[in-house]
């Protein structure tokens, strides 16, 4: 064996701890889901054509209702979330130095569990919660049914508030990072040559933190769009987020139609990959034309 050879040997024995997990796990999962998608390894054999699955899941018009749904509420609380923390990171890293402790308590929601902060936002947000208790006693509604059906109005707002609490704080941390390594010399002489607070944010602040905001934003996005325990809680039925029509179909109906609940988590898998490639090529595109510019 040359001696490259054996160095690489060594490396991935060395990285195999962090290697096995994910090549058992996460891509044997994925290998089984095709497979079970096209009838391969079934519970019981697959009597329909290897695309049967698919073809009826794409003829289904409460597919594509669900998807449209599921990509609504991902790409609003997935915004929502970064234009927050991106607001919110950069007030907090203009605090004084005394009070950056108690900024800290930000984080909280970060070692909440979602389905926590889907409660949460049921308690203040529904008809008979804190919130239309409070404008009870105020004297702003006469009874419960009064009070706006936030949750579960067929918008998805009740989810895009549960997302956009998870999400904040985690943009918020991503983005201290890079301010923290921020040369504050730059605002300081840009303020000293006349420029406002809203140039200095937009011109050099802003594109600074653009790696961590992209980054946060596809994290927050491709969760947002398949997650399952803040849909269960507050989603609507009809429609639905994908990830509560897989779960109808995988453990609700008969074993025959676990080929369609694959076939959608295949269809979800191949959407995210496609959106990471093309999200990433369009910020490279235009990164590269305002550094033309």
Known sequence: MSLI???????????????????????????????????IFTPLPHTGGILAAYNIILSDPSFFA??????????????????????????????????????????????????AVAFVVLIFW??????????????LIQSMP??????????????????????TPFAMLLILALLVRFDVRQIQTAAMLGASKRCIFFSIVLPRLAPAMHTSFIILFLYSFGAFDIPYILSESRPGMLSL??????????????????????????????????????VTHLENGVRKL
């Open 245 to 282: 029509h897989v779960f109808d179909l995988y453990f609700k109906h008969d074993l025959a139609r676990r080929p369609e609940a694959m076939a959608i988590l295949t269809l979800m898998f191949c959407f995210a990959v496609l959106f990471i490639i093309a999200y990433s090529k369009t």
């Open 146 to 167: 009064d009070f706006p059906n936030v949750l579960y109005s067929g918008w998805g707002l009740g989810m895009i508030l549960a997302y956009t609490l998870k999400g």
């Open 66 to 115: 669900s998807f449209g749904f599921s990509l609504g509420v991902a790409l609003t609380s997935a915004a929502g979330s970064v234009a927050a923390g991106t607001f919110l990171a950069y007030r907090v890293w203009q605090l004084p130095k005394a009070l950056a402790g108690a900024a800290l308590m930000y984080k909280i929601p970060l070692i909440l569990p979602h389905i």
């Open 5 to 39: 050879g054996s160095r690489t040997a060594i490396l991935i024995l060395k990285l195999s701890p962090l290697i096995l997990p994910f090549v058992v796990l996460f891509c044997g999962g994925v290998f089984l889901t095709v497979c079970q998608s096209l009838g």
């Open 126 to 139: 529904s008809q008979s919660g804190i919130l239309s208790s409070l404008a009870y006693h105020l004297g």
